[in-house]
């Protein structure tokens, strides 16, 4: 499902020096598979989320999702891919305040190819995610458990192949939070590939793998030695 080789990003800092955040990162993600990135704030987790998910395209170094290597697609290539390959689920949300629980679901509807029966499938995937009694509600009437599982079921609208998750319990208290990573763990027993970034241990222990992102390269770790790390374990 993903293949990186030797990546390299670099950024400006505000006095004109280039920080290099991904150095020479290369891993595979098969199909099916439940990963989680982990690494202290400012690593590169979220860049390295974004360069899968083609939202950023400059680095060096090859990357492929689904079998599509990403490097020199035209925006509008990169668009078609976000839309059938990838869905996102982020930490805000992301949720259009004026619409509806179904209406939010339903925006991708409006950039992506034509899905029969779109409104029924919204309102299904809706139900999928515990909230069918609740789709004509705005999102200032769902809590913050609800409103993720909104954003979830709208990325789940175009049947993608991967979800990429960043910091997606980081706004939830931990009993809502909870039911989001049970509801993340159906998803990949139903096939789903998801990639998370997080620094939730309760994530990185139920995820099938565990890489940490430190000193811009990548480490795998086992679920539990990465909830030991996270709690400064001796």
């Known amino acids: 499902m993903i293949r990186v080789r030797d990546v390299v990003k670099e950024y400006e800092d505000g006095e004109g020096a280039r920080v290099r955040v991904l150095d ?9 598979d439940f990963v989680a990135v982990v690494g202290a704030s400012g690593s590169g987790k979220s860049t390295l989320l974004h360069l899968l998910g083609g939202l950023d395209v400059h680095y060096q170094g090859t990357v492929e999702v ?38 939010n679901v339903l925006l991708p509807s409006h950039f992506g190819p034509v899905v029969p029966e ?3 499938r919204a309102s299904m995937l809706l139900e999928r995610v ?3 009694s609740k789709q004509d509600r705005e999102p200032v009437r769902l809590s913050g458990g609800e409103r ?8 789940l609208f175009g049947s993608p192949k991967l979800l990429l998750c960043d910091e997606p319990t980081g706004n939830l208290d931990a009993a809502t939070g909870a039911g989001v990573i049970e509801l ?7 096939g789903l590939t998801l ?7 309760r994530m990185s222990a139920v995820a099938r793998r565990v890489l940490r992102l430190k000193d811009a390269r990548l480490i795998e770790e086992s679920p539990t030695s990465a909830v030991l790390s996270s709690r400064g374990a001796p």
Do not use: C, W, Y
């Not at 993720?148 to 990325?155: C, E, M, N």
């Open 24 to 32: 020479g990162v290369s891993f595979d993600v098969e199909a099916g």
């Open 66 to 103: 689904g079998g599509q290597k990403l490097s020199g697609l035209r925006d509008v290539e990169l668009a078609r891919f976000r839309n059938t390959h990838v869905g996102f689920v982020f930490q805000s949300f992301h949720l259009i305040p004026n619409l509806s629980a179904l209406e």
């Open 118 to 120: 779109a409104r029924k």
């Open 130 to 132: 515990g909230l069918g």
């Open 148 to 155: 993720q599982r909104v954003a979830i079921a709208r990325a």
């Open 184 to 190: 993340f763990q159906e998803l990949n027993r139903d």
């Open 195 to 201: 990639l998370t970034v997080t620094h939730e241990e």
